[in-house]
Structure formats: C-alpha cells, structure tokens
C-alpha cells in the first residue's frame, strides 16, 4: 500500500508553506516511516539545520491534540487523521506519498508469503474500484475517537488513498532509503543489498502471486 | 493442508489491503490461515527521552519475539 503524509498547521497558524517552518518546532512520531516522511517533506523546503523537530506521541490521536494545544507548531498525520485535521480547520502546508514495505522474517515460508500477497493483489484490485466504500475500515482503529467516528465516506479525499499491487523493491531503490537514513545518522554501516534482502525467498512468494 | 502466517498489526492508512483481504475471504480462499496480531502494549521510552536517532517503536517487535513473520514498515 501507499501511505499518504501530510505536513499540517493548526488553524490559527502563520505557516502556509513547508518553509515557513524554517526554525520552528515540528512534532514528529520518531522511528515510524511518517516521522521519515516529515524529515523529507523538510529537508525538501529548507536547509537542514534549519529542520527543528521534537518527538510527538506515535498515536495519531494523541497527536492531534498536541499539535491543537500548541506543543508544537506542525506535526505528520496520515489518514483519517489528515482528514480530521482538514475537517478541524488546519492547514496542508505539504503532502507526500511512501511505500510500505512488507519486512520478513529469515525464515518466513515464501509460499505462505506468496498466498498473502495473491490475497492482497485481489484486494487492491476491489478497493480500487470503489475506493468510497472502504473508508469506514479507518473508522475501526480509532473506536474511541469522536474525531475520527463522526466522518463520513464523503468527508475524504480518496486522492489519498493509493493502492497497488505488492512489487520486489528494486536495490537502488532500497539503497536510497538506506543511504537518506544514514545522512540523518538514523542507521549506521553501509548498504549491502545480500544483507538486506532475500532474493531467492522474494522471487519464489512473487512467483507463487502471480 | 492450509499455509498458516501471523503478521504483526496492520492499520487501514498502512493496510487496507490486508484488512478488505481478510474480511472478504480472499487469503483463506489462497489457502491461509492469516493471523493479524493485535497492538504491542510494552512501555515506551518516555516521550521527552525519544530522539531521532532512539526513536521509539513497536514495529517489528512481535517478529523479533518469534510471534509474527511480517509486518509492515
């Protein structure tokens, strides 16, 4: 799947674009891809040691309250959270899209990979059709959020919400990721692609997909 | 005999995918028996001790513990 990011401002905010936010406080959820999605929409606007961030609670609900309270001047959210703060009043100074990457045990059976990726294939192709009518599965995560309850199918941009089917990650690919982490000193060595990816295992689940 | 898996819990921003699959049948017709683990409840590093570089996540905690194969970053 393709996961949305958004850089938001609350309502009240100065800020309209991602430089605005040169020096100023980001709250980020570190360690998760939306945290490295907000460094990327950052380092895209501004110097980098003008990219000033703190770290934000990984619940997105959390978040939202945080950043509505002033503990920081913009924050990531992905969906329904973008949508909820939309629906709130803030403001979209940036927005980006990532893969999620499927990560796998050493020993996780490629053909039972294999059945979760047909399985997954078969999915995007029936959401695809009808995007609208998934919305509600944001609904279930957040049992406990009236924010996120009180939305309807209609109230989200279905622009954001990007499915395709699984692929091998092509090595340049995962080289860049890896080289972009370490250029922040997020993760240390050097990228060896045997290391980090099981060809042989990869090839037999996608083959078995197909 | 059917393949099993456990993946580590998926969300809808991350995995809508993986959710309509299960609901619509489509990994048991694919002869799995997917099971998708519910969120890691362990303690976090305080907020105000979370950095870039010591982040603190839950993500790949259950397959480092042997509980599930997969799971998304």
Known sequence: MVVCGALVAPPTSDIYTPQDLAGRRVGLDYGNGTAYAGFQMLEGAVPRDAVVTVPAATPPNERFTALMRGDFEATVFQEPYITVAEKAGCRLVSVTFFHGTWVASPDVNPDAYGALLRGIKRAVALINADKRRYMTYFHRDFPGCPEVQSLTPDDFNVGRIQLKEPTPIPEADARWAWEWMASWGLIDGTFDVTTQIDRKIEARAHEVAR | ?73
Not at chain 2, 12 to 26: I, M, P, Q, S, T
Not at chain 2, 41 to 50: I, S
């Open chain 2, 1 to 73: 005999m059917a393949l099993t898996m456990a993946i580590e819990r998926v969300m809808a921003f991350n995995g809508l995918d993986v959710l309509v699959a299960k609901d619509e049948g489509f990994f048991a017709e694919e002869g799995l028996d997917l099971t998708i683990a519910g969120p890691v409840t362990d303690a976090l590093a305080p907020l105000d001790q979370r950095t870039a570089t010591n982040p603190a996540t839950t993500q790949g905690r259950r397959q480092a513990r042997g509980e599930a194969a997969m799971y998304q970053a």
